[in-house]
């Protein structure tokens, strides 16, 4: 239902002209249908869990069933200590106050093609 | 539809649709758009993501949410540099062919806040500028803060503030029945007490305000928008036919002023304004590229 709602008088000659291009629209639509095609055909750098590439679909999939895999990054490798103990006791701790500082990281991530878990969020 | 313009600018004049009771049709064609996002049938679509707000946790959910792909894209990006093609091909063309015009005829969650706006309620007229906010949404929400709890070893699933967290198409499509599912099945209620809230606060506001969501933070349809500008799909304006009436003005739900801007980013190309003749839905054709305007203006 619609109602008449007062408004100042409308003066045609005062409106922007839309001049509407082809072109514009037509060459995003290619573009939009050959980046389309190639993502359907990309191969993604995230491995799944028996190793294999993962192709773009299945990532996108496994966002909606739980399918992402974290692996905890690996320790820090210990340095190599010097011979003198009291040197070595400030490599450990410079070793150790680095390792704190570093954020935990998610390190690798693998999808798994057989997840169906609905997203917890 | 009709053919051929008479004024010989570039595209085809949907000047047909002038005539029909769009307010009468448009409701078919959204809730036959249900039978493609809500197709059980087509789960194995998850791999791709659509053109429409609609959760991708829902369990009826065909597609993938384009919402919900950008973000996690964003969260992953730290650990692996991906690239959504698929994600930024379905955009572009969805825009680029028709702009928002799938917020206005096809997406479900703009079809259930036009269900609600029906209910008879004095509606509230909120600033254009607010629209600006789904920017805000879609830059900060949707990209930068996935990236920056990514960047910090948090996936997306476990990341405290999310747009997934947020939304309230999650609470209704994916929360709402998991936790009935769950509850049917003896187990516990699912969804958070937070979630619960929104969901509400939500549909109150979609009864008093014409499609909040769309109008203040859907981050997709805000992108969409961007599109109208130079998507084949436009609105035009027949100076000649306008009588000054304000019809078009009245009619548009989204406070759009008709008379003044077509193609704006906050229309939803509902073709409500169409029915006062003097706007016209048009497709733009590879032709001469004529001013609508200054062709009616010639003698």
Redo the contacts between chains.
């Keep these: 239902m619609?109602?008449?709602?007062?408004?100042p008088?409308?003066?045609?000659?005062?409106?922007?002209?839309?001049?509407?291009?082809?072109?514009?629209?037509?060459v995003?639509?290619i573009?939009?249908?050959?980046?389309?095609?190639?993502?359907?055909r990309?191969l993604?750098?995230?491995e799944t869990l028996d190793g294999s590439s993962a192709?773009?679909?299945?990532?996108?999939?496994a966002?909606?069933?739980?399918g992402?895999r974290?692996a905890e990054?690996t320790a820090a490798v210990l340095p190599t200590l010097p011979d003198n103990p009291a040197d070595a006791v400030a490599t450990l701790d410079r070793a150790r106050k680095s390792s704190t500082e570093r954020?935990?990281?998610?390190?690798?991530?693998r999808v798994d093609l057989g997840a169906s878990t609905?997203?917890?969020? | 539809m009709n053919g051929q313009s008479d004024d010989k600018?570039?595209?085809v004049g949907l000047s047909g649709l002038g005539t029909k009771p769009l307010s009468r049709i448009r409701p078919w064609f959204q809730a036959a758009f249900l039978a493609v996002w809500l197709a059980p049938v087509g789960r194995w679509l998850?791999?791709?993501?659509g053109c429409v707000f609609h959760c991708?946790?829902c369990?009826l959910?065909s597609f993938?949410?384009p919402v919900?792909?950008a973000a996690?894209y964003a969260a992953?990006w730290?650990?692996?540099?991906?690239v959504?093609?698929?994600?930024?091909?379905?955009?572009?063309?969805?825009?680029?062919?028709g702009g928002s015009l799938v917020c206005g005829w096809a997406c479900p969650f703009g079809f259930l806040q036009d269900f609600l706006s029906k209910i008879n309620r004095r509606k509230l007229q909120i600033p254009s500028w607010t629209g600006h906010l789904r920017y805000v949404m879609l830059i900060g929400l949707v990209l930068a803060l996935p990236l920056f709890f990514?960047a910090?070893?948090?996936?997306?699933?476990e990341q405290p503030v999310?747009v997934?967290?947020l939304c309230p198409a999650?609470a209704l499509e994916?929360g709402l029945p998991?936790s009935l599912q769950s509850i049917a099945q003896g187990g516990p209620w699912l969804m958070g007490w937070q979630k619960i809230v929104l969901l509400t606060v939500f549909l109150g506001a979609a009864v008093v305000i014409h499609r909040p969501w769309c109008r203040l933070l859907c981050p997709l349809g805000g992108l969409l928008a961007l599109?109208n500008r130079?998507?084949?799909f436009?609105?035009?304006?027949r100076?000649e036919k306008?009588v000054?009436c304000?019809?078009c003005?009245?009619?548009c739900s989204m406070g759009v002023k008709v008379?003044?801007?077509?193609?704006a980013p906050n229309c939803i190309r509902c073709l409500e304004c169409v029915k006062c003749g003097a706007i016209e839905a048009?497709f733009?054709?590879?032709?001469e590229?004529q001013?609508?305007?200054?062709s009616a203006q010639k003698p």
């Design positions: 619609t109602r008449k709602i007062s408004q008088p409308i003066n045609p000659g005062t409106r922007p002209t839309e001049q509407r291009d082809f072109w514009t629209g037509g995003l639509t573009v939009g249908l050959l980046v389309l095609i190639a993502g359907l990309h993604t750098g995230v192709w773009e679909t299945q990532l996108v999939k966002f909606s069933t739980g992402l974290y990054a954020p935990h990281a998610i390190g690798r991530v609905p997203c917890p969020t | 600018s570039s595209g998850h791999g791709i993501p991708y946790s369990p959910s993938a949410c919900g792909v996690n992953l730290p650990a692996a540099h991906e959504p093609y698929i994600l930024i091909g379905v955009i572009l063309i969805t825009g680029a062919v990514g910090r070893g948090v996936p997306f699933e999310s997934c967290r999650g994916s998991h599109f130079f998507s084949l436009h609105l035009r304006f100076a306008c000054e304000n019809l003005r009245s009619r008379d003044q801007q077509l193609n048009a733009a054709l590879p032709a590229k001013d609508s305007y200054t």
